[in-house]
């Protein structure tokens, strides 16, 4: 479960996966609300706080909402999901929790052509001011075949850090209707096994976030590349909800499918969340399969859902 401390970036990613959320009107959480997702933490048993956006660093109030969460007895963890241009006075907010809570950062690390002047050296001033206290991870989301990526493990070298998430970029909705969901994962299989092979041969252990490459579609020398680089590219690949907490307290099921909301404010903890988004949205994908051959998956006949994405399968409506 990720709180959205705000909806804007100061980034315009191309390939940004929450551009459906990020281009509504302009919104930050509240002193109070966000009081109220604290408590709605600790009636769930929640200890960790994973805190995205947009970019939660540009919220007028970050500072005071960290003090917030230094404060909150029942959190123990926060994992803060950041673009790293983050500033001096955000930078410092980040190390006072860390004093007094477990902080890790996820920065999503463009390539520097792909950032405006001066970002890159933010992002590296926030590594480098941050480091000693902070557990860092770099993530790379891959949306172009020939993309480069060999900055990011220079970065993880640099600064001796031993995790890199990855992930492939879901297209957004327009890109999606004319996508022909097998030739996209084909086509990105070579660069993202000659990534994980470099990670391997640097010592970094990469780990799949969202969106895997279904593993059917995969040889056996494909697989000995995601295997032998981290047993974690191999985790199951069949969707289940994230749930992001917007700002106005609305919950949706994750970016690429938001067309259901819930507040908060009418369920009782985030397992009554979960419950009905497995019901209300999960269950229209049952049975719906990414390409035909999932009929046949033992995977597919188990969970009755196929791998990857929801949002690249057309949903049943279901009659309730």
């Not at 940004?16 to 930050?28: G, L, M, P, T």
């Not at 990105?188 to 041969?201: N, P, S, V, Y």
């Not at 056996?220 to 047993?231: M, N, P, Q, T």
Request: proline residues 4%; contains cysteine; negative net charge.
């Amino acid at each position: 479960m990720n709180v959205l401390l705000n909806n804007y970036c100061n980034l315009k990613c191309s390939y940004c996966f929450a551009n459906d959320v990020i281009d509504r009107e302009k919104q930050s959480l509240s002193l109070a609300d966000f009081r109220y997702v604290l408590k709605f933490h600790e009636k769930s048993s929640v200890h960790q706080l994973n805190i995205i956006g947009g970019e939660p660093t540009l919220h007028p109030k970050f500072n005071e909402l960290l003090e917030m969460v230094a404060k909150a007895d029942h959190i123990r963890e926060v994992l803060i999901f950041t673009n790293g241009n983050v500033y001096p006075k955000q930078r410092e907010a980040i190390a006072n929790l860390a004093r007094v809570k477990q902080v890790g950062m996820l920065i999503n690390y463009n390539a520097p052509q792909l950032l405006p002047p001066g970002v890159e050296q933010r992002i590296h001033d926030c590594i480098k001011f941050l480091k000693d206290d902070v557990i860092f991870t770099l993530g790379i989301n891959f949306f172009r075949e020939n993309q480069e990526y060999q900055y990011l493990l220079d970065a993880l070298k640099l600064y001796k850090l031993k995790f890199a998430r990855w992930s492939l970029v879901v297209p957004n909705s327009i890109e999606k209707a004319s996508t022909n969901v097998k030739d996209y994962f084909n086509r990105f299989k070579a660069l993202i096994c000659e990534f994980l092979r470099a990670c391997e041969d640097e010592g970094i252990i990469p780990h799949v976030d969202c969106n895997n490459i279904p593993l059917c579609l995969l040889n056996d020398k494909e697989l000995d590349d995601f295997a032998y680089s981290s047993i974690l590219n191999l985790k199951s690949s069949v969707c289940q909800p994230v749930i992001d907490i917007l700002p106005n307290l609305n919950a949706i099921r994750c970016f690429a499918i938001n067309d259901y909301e819930v507040s908060i404010r009418d369920v009782e903890n985030v397992q009554e969340l979960y419950e009905l988004f497995e019901k209300k949205v999960d269950q229209r994908y049952d049975g719906v399969p990414l390409f035909d051959e999932c009929r046949n998956c033992m995977s597919f006949k188990v969970k009755g859902r196929s791998c990857a994405c929801l949002s690249y399968k057309q949903p049943v409506e279901l009659i309730s």
